[in-house]
Structure formats: structure tokens, C-alpha cells
């Protein structure tokens, strides 16, 4: 019973990392999706070319859409990473999947922090125009979820970390290689009967051939 104990505080964790996932790649759809479907839009009647609706800068929707569809592939394969966990024999292949979740939420914390600061400076310097005005509203979603996913992420990150201070006690990394008694005791080293027995002693090695008359040979009489 006392192992199950253990074990609530990381299911936990996990019931609570898979939500968080699940809500961030909603975020990453909204962001990437709103950027490519409705941010490049025509200026004007005097220019049809699509532009990218942020101050005209190609490199903020790039940007917005580049950061929203790694968040989703990273958050499809730390999702299935999380909902197979249990099932990880290996204690350093557990140790390896929590330190990459947490540098990976780290990092998308700060893509995240970059993409929403460069997305809003652009938007602010946009001068609005007739054109412009039609995608205003998926600009602002991007921005807005973009804000978002700097939460979620910054709370993955720290989910992250409580787990691998988890695993420090050895509870998360190696739930099946003790005891589930914490009193039982490491077993000790075989022990005989404290008797050595005589048959079974063995001659140094090299010494049987150091015998000065071996039998069927007789020194020469000269």
C-alpha cells in the first residue's frame, strides 16, 4: 500500500502534464492557424499581393508559424511519452525522457516569450488599412494565445522539474526494483557453514609440475 502512496503525487503530475499538453496544442493550432489563414491579406486595392498583416514583416508570421507547429509536434510526442511512462523499465531512459521534457518546455517557454513580444511590437506598428482590418482579428488571437502558451508552457516546465525532484528519492525512476516494504532489509551475502572442509583445497597452481622425480623416469647412472 505504501508504494501506491509513493506513486499518487507522480500520477498526478502526469494526469496534470496531459492537460496542460492538450490545451497548448489547441494554443499552437489557434497561433499557426490563424497566422496562414488569415494574416496575409491584401494591403489595398492598389496592392493585391498578400503581405504578412504584421507591419507588413514576413519574418513575424514566419516566426508565429514556425514556433506554433514545432509547439504541436513537441507536444504530440511528449504526450505519448507521458501516457507510456509507466511502462519504461529502464531507469535511466526515465531520467532521460524527464530532463528532455523539462529542457523542451524550457525552451518553448522562451520561444513562446519571444514569439508574443515580436508579434505584438509589429502589431502596434501597423498602420491599418482597408485590407488590413479584415485579418485584425485573427492578429489579435495570434497575439493573445501566444501570451497563453508562455503559461502553459512556464507550467510544464515547472511540472517537469517537481517530477524529476521526484525521481530523486528513487520513487519515480526505479518503482520496481526495491521492496515494497521500506523496512525490508538488503539481502546480505551468502554465508557457509563456517567449516572448510579439507577435500576440497587445491594445490597452488604450477606446483604439481614441480615435482623433482616423476614417475617413468629414472636419472641416467653414468
Known amino acids: 500500500m505504501e508504494s501506491k502512496t509513493r506513486l499518487n503525487p507522480i500520477m498526478l503530475l502526469l494526469e496534470n502534464r496531459i ?47 514556425a514556433v506554433g507547429i514545432v ?22 531512459d526515465r531520467k532521460r525522457a524527464v530532463l528532455l521534457d523539462l529542457g523542451f518546455s524550457g525552451f518553448l517557454s522562451f520561444l513562446w516569450f519571444v514569439a508574443f513580444c515580436f508579434l505584438a511590437n509589429q502589431w502596434q506598428q501597423t498602420t491599418m488599412s482597408k485590407g488590413f482590418s479584415q485579418g485584425a482579428d485573427a ?55 563456517g567449516i572448510e572442509s579439507t577435500e576440497t583445497y587445491q594445490s597452488p597452481p604450477f606446483t604439481e609440475t614441480l615435482d623433482t622425480n616423476p614417475k617413468g623416469y629414472q636419472v641416467p647412472a653414468y
Open 71 to 92: 509547439a504541436f509536434f513537441g507536444c504530440i510526442f511528449f504526450f505519448v511519452v507521458d501516457v507510456y511512462f509507466q511502462q519504461i523499465s529502464s531507469v535511466k
Open 139 to 193: 492578429a489579435r488571437a495570434a497575439i493573445t494565445f501566444s501570451f497563453f502558451s508562455i503559461i502553459v508552457w512556464v507550467a510544464l516546465a515547472v511540472k517537469a522539474l517537481q517530477r524529476y525532484r521526484l525521481g530523486t528519492d528513487m520513487s519515480l525512476f526505479a518503482t520496481d526494483q526495491f521492496a515494497t516494504d521500506p523496512n525490508a532489509a538488503y539481502p546480505g551475502y551468502p554465508t557457509g557453514s
Open 19 to 65: 492537460k496542460c499538453k492538450q490545451q497548448q496544442v489547441i494554443f499552437s493550432i489557434v497561433v499557426f492557424g490563424s497566422i496562414v489563414n488569415e494574416c496575409y491579406v491584401s494591403k489595398d486595392s492598389q496592392n493585391p499581393e498578400p503581405v504578412c498583416i504584421f507591419n507588413e514583416n514576413e519574418s513575424a508570421c514566419s516566426y508565429g508559424i
